[in-house]
């Protein structure tokens, strides 16, 4: 399978990843292509963010969520919290960004 256009979320820039399944496997993760990149995605992130190689804002990025959207996604998924100095340095260009620099 090659996913080209899928719509997994406003990342930007972005690489394209051909990924390769059993035609049996491939409807478990969804019935689109649209749909099975959207899963592994998700599924990349969660395992991302659990072994602390992604930040919550790295998922976020990913997966095209809100800080909100993001809090709930992982914590659908059973995902301790994790806020480290990226996060901070994220969170402080993002208030930046709405109100101003200090």
Known sequence: MKVTDANIGP?????????????????????TPQEI???????????GYRS???????VSKMLGLTWSETEEFLAQHHCERQYDLQDLEEDRRTLDELLGPA
Do not use: K
């Open 11 to 31: 990342v930007a820039p972005a690489i394209t990843v051909t990924v390769q399944l059993p035609s049996e496997v491939a409807p478990l993760l969804g019935s």
């Open 52 to 58: 602390n190689r992604f930040s919550r804002g790295n």
């Open 37 to 47: 990149a959207r899963q592994l995605v998700e599924q990349a992130a969660v395992e």
